[in-house]
C-alpha cells in the first residue's frame, strides 16, 4: 500500500540553504505547520548527523500550530567544487488521541500510516566574499569535507582540552590550599612571637620598677641618718 500524503507544511519545502563563510555554526530554520484538525507527531532525519544538530528533532505539533525546527551546520573546511549530497526527511504520522508514548507510537505504527518529505541541503558564499574563497580555497583533494575519522579525532582533542583544564583547576585549588595553610603555619608562629615580646617587656618594666623602689630606700635611708 502507498504511503500517505504528508500533511504537514513545509516551509522551505524542498531545499535548506546554508550560507557561508562556514568557520563557524551556520543555522537554518525549518518550518513545520499542521492545518489538520489531529496532532501530528514529526520526526527529523539527515543522511550526515554527525554534520548537524537538529532541535527538536522530534515532537508533536498541536492542530493548528506551528514548530520552527534549527538545523545548525557545524563548521567545515568548505570546497566550492564539493557539491552537497546531504538530505533531510521529515517523517510524520497524525497522533493517536489517546497516546502517552510517542517513541511506542513510532514502533508500532505501519508503513501506510507514515508520511514523509525529502529536503536536499546546498552551501553558498556571500557574494562579497566569492573573490577571497577563490584565493584562500585549498584544492578539492586536501580541503574534503570532515569524513568520521576526523570528527572523532576533533572530538577526542576537545575532550582532551577538558581535561587539561580540569586539571589545570585542580592545581590551582591545590596551590591555594597550601598557600592558606602556610598562612596559618605563620599566624600562630607570629603570635607566639607577639607574646615573647609582651612577655620579655613585662620583665624589663618590672625590673626597672624594683630598681627605682630600691634607689627610693637607699636615698630614704641616708636621708634618715641624716635627720637622726
Known sequence: MARAEQVLVLEPQHELKFRGPFTDVITATLKLTNPTDRNVCFK???????RYCVRPNSGVIDSGTSVNVSVMLQPFD????????????????????DMTDMEGVWKEAKPEELMDSKLRCTFEMPLENDKTTEHSALPKSASASLD?????????????LQMEV?????ENKQIRENDGLRKRKVTPMASHSNTMAAMTKDEGLSTRVLALCL??????????????
Open 166 to 170: 580540569q586539571r589545570l583547576r585542580e
Open 78 to 97: 568548505y570546497d566550492p567544487n564539493e557539491k552537497s549530497k546531504h538530505k533531510f526527511m521529515v517523517q510524520s504520522m497524525l497522533a493517536p488521541r
Open 148 to 160: 568520521d575519522g576526523e570528527v572523532k579525532k576533533i572530538m577526542e582533542e576537545c575532550k582532551q
Open 44 to 50: 527529523v532525519k539527515t543522511t550526515a548527523p554527525r
Open 215 to 228: 634607689l627610693f630606700f637607699v636615698i630614704g635611708a641616708i636621708i634618715g641618718k641624716l635627720v637622726l
